[in-house]
């Protein structure tokens, strides 16, 4: 499939290529299917290839503004978790082939109850990914901590901790400080494991890989590598934008219930609220999906400032053979030739550690 080069503002470009970093890869997303490429510890790329088009292609009714935004967040959640199930299996099974490496390094005999024991291992079979239904169960649980976490809890602490339940911007502001400080909290904390490490220069790698394609360049690591890992489309963006959203929107049902019912609780505000978090991700979808037409203009340079910001923790610098990992899912999830790439002599060199 070729590459036209068209600006990054045209109407055909703005959500091309979705894409996910996994762990020790890159998942890319294409309007006609999805590919993850993981790089095992033999240097080696896997690749799982799956066709498949969103809800919204498939029933046109969904594909109208704001309800495509909340469909596509959980749409977007489900194959984030599935692919990211996917990587992990790969992990895991180099994890296993590399124990069982070094129980054979360190002795060269072994009792017949251990060779017994060893065959048995061998035969067991190899771990598969979640069903669909436990992939559902996991999202489901994930909005629920989300919510939780992020939306309830911050309400609860304005309640008890201020007197301004009455004033619906003040307690939304503040409420909404707390979302944002325990939000950035979280990232922070898991920014400094080292699997995340790796999982943010990966997020890199996807960034850098979208901006060449976007950009129309040829496909490898060396014209990838010049471009930053900072995109306004970032699903890092995304959250804050749903973040700022909320704020505005719940300051101005909150000052609705107040004018209209006389009066409001933290009951009330949970039982209003939660349930409108999907209308916010819409809300927030639309903004983000309509500020990546107009990146040059001074007021979204502005409005997506905090979201770029934030990445600067999200995404870090990739080396090459990461580069060349997301090159990989791009092009399959593009339809576009790719094999070649799978067995290139970079592919056979060792991970290298992250900085």
């Known amino acids: 499939m070729s590459e036209t080069k068209k600006s990054p503002d045209s109407e055909e470009k703005i959500m091309p290529i979705g894409g996910q970093a996994v762990i020790e890869g890159v998942m890319m997303r294409s309007p006609e299917r999805i590919a993850t490429a993981v790089r095992r510890m033999n240097g080696q790329i896997e690749l ?8 919204i292609q498939r029933h046109k009714w969904m594909n109208i503004p704001v309800l495509r935004g ?3 967040l959980v749409e977007v959640m489900y194959l984030g978790i599935k692919h990211l199930n996917y990587s992990a299996d790969v992990a895991m099974k180099d994890a296993e082939e590399e124990e069982k490496k070094k129980g054979k390094s360190q ?3 072994r009792t017949g109850k ?10 067991k079979e190899k771990p598969k990914g979640m069903s669909g239904f436990a992939t559902f169960a996991t999202v489901g649980i994930a909005l629920i901590i989300g919510l939780g976490l992020f939306f309830a809890f911050p309400l609860y602490a304005t309640t008890h901790l201020f007197n301004i339940e009455k004033n ?18 979280y990232i922070y904390l898991i920014s400094l494991l080292k699997d995340v490490k790796r999982l943010f220069r990966y997020h890199g790698a996807e960034h850098k890989t979208i901006y060449a394609f976007e950009s129309g360049e040829d496909l ?21 934008m749903v973040m700022l959203v909320s704020l505005i929107f719940f300051s101005f049902l909150d000052a609705f219930i107040i004018v209209f019912h006389g009066n409001i609780n933290l009951f009330i505000r949970l039982v209003t609220h939660l349930p409108l978090v999907t209308l916010v991700g819409g809300l927030s979808y639309e903004a983000i999906k309509a500020s990546a037409k107009r990146v040059s203009n001074p007021i979204v340079k502005t409005l997506i400032a905090p979201g770029l910001a934030l990445q600067r923790i999200t995404t870090q610098e990739p080396d090459d053979s990461m580069l060349e990992v997301a090159i990989v899912a791009l092009k399959a999830a593009r339809g576009e030739e790719y094999e070649h790439l799978l067995n290139r002599e970079v592919s056979r060199q060792a991970i290298p550690e992250s900085a």
């Not at 990838?224 to 890092?236: D, E, I």
């Open 48 to 55: 799982k290839i799956q066709e498949y088009q969103s809800l």
């Open 70 to 72: 909340a469909i596509t």
């Open 107 to 109: 002795s060269g005999q």
């Open 114 to 123: 251990k060779k017994k024991a060893a065959e048995s291992n061998d035969k």
């Open 168 to 185: 619906a911007f003040a307690f939304n502001l503040v409420a909404g400080t707390i979302r944002i400080a325990l939000f950035l909290g």
């Open 220 to 240: 490898k690591p060396e014209s990838a590598r010049a471009y930053t890992t900072l995109h306004p489309r970032c699903g890092t963006s995304f959250l804050v």
